[in-house]
């Protein structure tokens, strides 16, 4: 039974999922709002993928209930299935099918009927720029155009809720592009999405609500600018003009800053308290030294320094040579 | 639409992906199309020579019926290396996300590889008359021969099915056939007749249903190897009759439980 008017579209309480000895899901509470779009943010290993798998009934909880799309995953599952449309993290297009024949096969699978089923695949196809290659192999289709087949795909019975695990992993920045505009026409009709992602840019462009998740828990939640938030507030970021005057400059920096420095080749970043106080200090201070300076600023913290802060890993866009300054 | 209709339905929309998937894919078919040709090409002019039939006749008309049968029963490859690839390529999970019975996957798969196990039949059958064996018996029997074959390929489907869910890739399909399957066939009178096999061996290949399903369909066509001694044990006597009670064994064991090993191995 459907119950309208729930507003969301997700509900789970502690979910649980062991494989062996390792706990993928660690008792995972969720809510999604319908018509909204929530971010899984992780690192490879969270759990993103098992949360996706246990509400898309493809795996049993070990722990834990939930509905979605107001059907119970343990015992409705084939009414869950009929609301969603999932995109798996490898875009699993049929590679003998020509792209006609994977939608045209969804469609029949929902039993629209041959040749309904064959319209709607041409309407999307239309839809995500592959008419002229409706009778190709999907193998001979380009990473990207697999991706927007994928994604035509979960949408053959236009599903109130898609779940998109990775959708952009592997894909070119302008493919990625592409596929991030059609996600934004897929959110102003009105669909509901949940995706996980690794990448911070894309959890900060599509959703609302960004869950971070690692080790099977949830441990933060909220809007981009919360989390940033949550990463500590601004800060002072020095960029010498040579590099031997790299670590005078971290210690002037350390008497204006709220934490110890970091260095970064040539540049030194703290956390700061003071504001626009600490920087006109700071400036006054490098001066007073005769340290040539290439930039003096005060930067906001990104994404990525929130998730650095909050999983105590760097993201894969950034881990590189940066390194705590020894104190 | 009922469940059953609706089960139906989603069964040939399956069973045709598969079947596109073979149609499209004629290398992954040499095991069904240019094996058995070589086999009955290899076996009646290099070792013909060699092997002689008791009772006498033809080596090339006695290699037939044991050709037909290894090659039946190495039909349970292709619906395993189907399962396996789908499984490695994420396919899978394609279709259990959607509204559709689990069975019908595994259903849709079994009608495709049915269908599949057509092919290798109709080729040797050509490849047999081009070579000089001939059908000596009446059509009715002959007709028995090929529904017998047809049987036996949907058993061996659910034996493919099983070994699917025990091992993880194709390669590892590949690798039973290499330690399992084909021993099985060959200690049989596939090649030779069984009462040239030494000891254990010589029972083995007497019950063995590779062995009932040759001599079976060597009766059925009149050809060498086919003549009944009513006074042996069951599997010589009833040929026939002993490899349908195989079937339908393998079908009741096999087709059950393929579909529980199935899907637990996919329910991670």
Request: net charge negative; proline share 4%.
């Given at each position: 039974?459907?119950?309208?008017?729930?507003?969301?579209?997700?509900?789970?309480?502690?979910?649980?999922?062991?494989?062996?000895?390792?706990?993928?899901?660690?008792?995972?509470?969720?809510?999604?709002a319908?018509?909204?779009?929530?971010?899984?943010?992780?690192?490879?290993?969270?759990?993103?993928?098992?949360?996706?798998?246990?509400?898309?009934?493809?795996?049993?909880?070990?722990?834990?209930?939930?509905?979605?799309?107001?059907?119970?995953?343990?015992?409705?599952?084939?009414?869950v299935?009929?609301?969603?449309?999932?995109?798996?993290?490898?875009?699993?297009?049929?590679?003998?099918?020509?792209?006609?024949?994977n939608?045209?096969?969804?469609?029949?699978?929902?039993?629209?009927?041959?040749?309904?089923?064959?319209a709607?695949?041409?309407?999307?196809?239309?839809?995500?720029?592959?008419?002229?290659?409706?009778?190709?192999?999907?193998?001979?289709?380009?990473?990207?155009?697999?991706?927007?087949?994928?994604?035509a795909?979960?949408l053959?019975?236009?599903?109130?809720?898609?779940f998109?695990?990775?959708?952009?992993?592997?894909?070119?920045?302008?493919?990625r592009?592409?596929?991030?505009?059609?996600?934004?026409?897929?959110?102003?009709?009105?669909?509901?999405?949940?995706?996980?992602?690794?990448?911070?840019?894309?959890?900060?462009?599509?959703?609302?609500?960004?869950?971070?998740?690692?080790?099977?828990?949830?441990?933060?939640?909220?809007?981009?600018?919360?989390?940033?938030?949550?990463?500590?507030?601004?800060?002072?970021?020095?960029?010498?003009?040579?590099?031997?005057?790299?670590?005078?400059?971290?210690?002037?920096?350390?008497?204006?800053?709220?934490?110890r420095?970091?260095?970064?080749?040539?540049?030194?970043?703290?956390?700061?308290?003071?504001?626009?106080?600490?920087?006109?200090?700071?400036?006054q201070?490098?001066?007073?030294?005769?340290?040539?300076?290439?930039?003096?600023?005060?930067?906001?913290?990104?994404?990525?320094?929130?998730?650095?802060?909050?999983?105590?890993?760097?993201?894969?866009?950034?881990?590189?040579?940066?390194?705590?300054?020894?104190? | 639409?009922?469940?059953?209709?609706?089960?139906?339905?989603?069964?040939?929309?399956?069973?045709?992906?598969?079947?596109?998937?073979?149609?499209?894919?004629?290398?992954?078919l040499?095991?069904?199309?240019?094996?058995?040709?070589?086999?009955?090409?290899?076996?009646?002019?290099?070792?013909?020579?060699?092997?002689?039939?008791?009772?006498?006749?033809?080596?090339?008309?006695?290699?037939?019926?044991?050709?037909?049968?290894?090659?039946?029963?190495?039909g349970?490859?292709?619906?395993?290396?189907?399962?396996?690839?789908?499984?490695?390529?994420?396919?899978?999970?394609?279709?259990?996300s959607?509204?559709?019975?689990?069975?019908?996957?595994?259903?849709?798969?079994?009608?495709?590889?049915?269908?599949?196990?057509?092919?290798?039949?109709?080729?040797?059958?050509?490849?047999?008359?081009?070579?000089?064996?001939?059908?000596?018996?009446?059509?009715?029997?002959?007709?028995?021969?090929?529904?017998?074959?047809?049987?036996?390929?949907?058993?061996?489907?659910?034996?493919?099915?099983?070994?699917?869910?025990?091992?993880?890739?194709?390669?590892?399909?590949?690798?039973?056939?290499?330690?399992?399957?084909?021993?099985?066939?060959?200690?049989?009178?596939?090649?030779v007749?069984?009462?040239?096999?030494?000891?254990?061996?010589?029972?083995?290949?007497?019950?063995?249903?590779?062995?009932?399903?040759?001599?079976?369909?060597?009766?059925?066509?009149?050809?060498?190897?086919?003549?009944?001694?009513?006074?042996?044990?069951?599997?010589?006597?009833?040929?026939?009759?002993?490899?349908?009670?195989?079937?339908?064994?393998?079908?009741?064991?096999?087709?059950?439980?393929?579909?529980?090993?199935?899907?637990?191995?996919?329910?991670?």
């Open positions: 039974m459907k119950d309208s008017t729930t507003p969301l579209a997700i509900e789970a309480y502690g979910l649980v999922k062991r494989y062996g000895d390792k706990t993928a899901l660690d008792g995972v509470d969720l809510d999604v319908r018509g909204s779009v929530c971010a899984l943010l992780g690192p490879n290993g969270a759990g993103k993928t098992t949360a996706v798998r246990v509400l898309t009934t493809l795996t049993e909880p070990d722990a834990g209930t939930a509905r979605v799309a107001g059907h119970d995953i343990a015992t409705d599952a084939v009414e299935r009929r609301s969603i449309g999932l995109a798996a993290q490898d875009a699993t297009v049929d590679g003998l099918l020509t792209g006609h024949e939608l045209t096969m969804i469609g029949e699978l929902f039993h629209l009927g041959r040749k309904r089923a064959q709607r695949a041409d309407e999307l196809l239309v839809q995500f720029a592959l008419t002229d290659s409706r009778d190709r192999l999907a193998k001979e289709y380009s990473g990207g155009m697999r991706r927007r087949l994928d994604l795909a979960t053959v019975a236009t599903p109130e809720l898609l998109l695990d990775e959708p952009t992993t592997g894909l070119d920045p302008r493919a592009n592409d596929l991030w505009d059609v996600l934004e026409d897929l959110v102003d009709e009105g669909t509901t999405i949940l995706l996980t992602t690794q990448y911070l840019e894309e959890a900060d462009r599509l959703a609302d609500d960004i869950i971070v998740v690692d080790h099977g828990t949830i441990i933060a939640r909220g809007d981009a600018r919360s989390l940033k938030r949550q990463a500590g507030g601004d800060q002072l970021h020095v960029v010498c003009a040579r590099r031997e005057d790299v670590s005078e400059v971290a210690q002037i920096v350390e008497r204006f800053a709220s934490g420095p970091s260095i970064d080749d040539r540049a030194v970043t703290a956390p700061a308290e003071g504001g626009v106080t600490a920087i006109a200090q700071l400036a201070a490098l001066a007073d030294e005769d340290i040539e300076l290439e930039d003096l600023g005060l930067r906001q913290p990104t994404l990525d320094d929130a998730f650095l802060t909050l999983t105590g890993q760097r993201t894969e866009s950034e881990s590189g040579s940066e390194q705590e300054v020894a104190a | 639409m009922s469940a059953v209709q609706a089960y139906a339905a989603d069964t040939w929309v399956i069973a045709r992906r598969g079947i596109k998937h073979i149609r499209r894919q004629p290398e992954a040499s095991d069904a199309t240019i094996q058995p040709i070589i086999f009955v090409l290899l076996f009646s002019y290099v070792f013909g020579g060699a092997i002689s039939v008791p009772g006498g006749g033809s080596y090339k008309e006695f290699l037939m019926g044991g050709i037909f049968a290894q090659t039946i029963v190495f349970c490859f292709g619906v395993a290396m189907a399962l396996a690839y789908d499984r490695t390529n994420g396919a899978i999970d394609r279709f259990h959607l509204p559709i019975a689990r069975g019908t996957f595994l259903s849709g798969h079994s009608v495709a590889n049915l269908i599949r196990s057509t092919i290798p039949i109709f080729f040797m059958t050509v490849t047999g008359l081009a070579i000089g064996w001939r059908i000596h018996s009446s059509f009715a029997d002959a007709l028995g021969a090929y529904v017998l074959m047809f049987v036996f390929s949907f058993a061996v489907i659910w034996v493919g099915v099983m070994m699917a869910s025990l091992v993880p890739t194709p390669e590892a399909v590949q690798g039973i056939a290499f330690v399992v399957i084909f021993p099985i066939t060959f200690i049989a009178s596939t090649f007749p069984t009462s040239t096999l030494p000891g254990v061996l010589q029972t083995f290949a007497e019950w063995n249903p590779t062995s009932s399903l040759a001599n079976a369909l060597r009766h059925q066509f009149g050809n060498p190897g086919g003549e009944i001694p009513h006074d042996a044990i069951f599997p010589l006597a009833h040929p026939f009759e002993y490899t349908l009670i195989w079937a339908v064994a393998i079908v009741l064991v096999c087709a059950p439980l393929s579909v529980v090993l199935y899907r637990r191995s996919i329910r991670t």
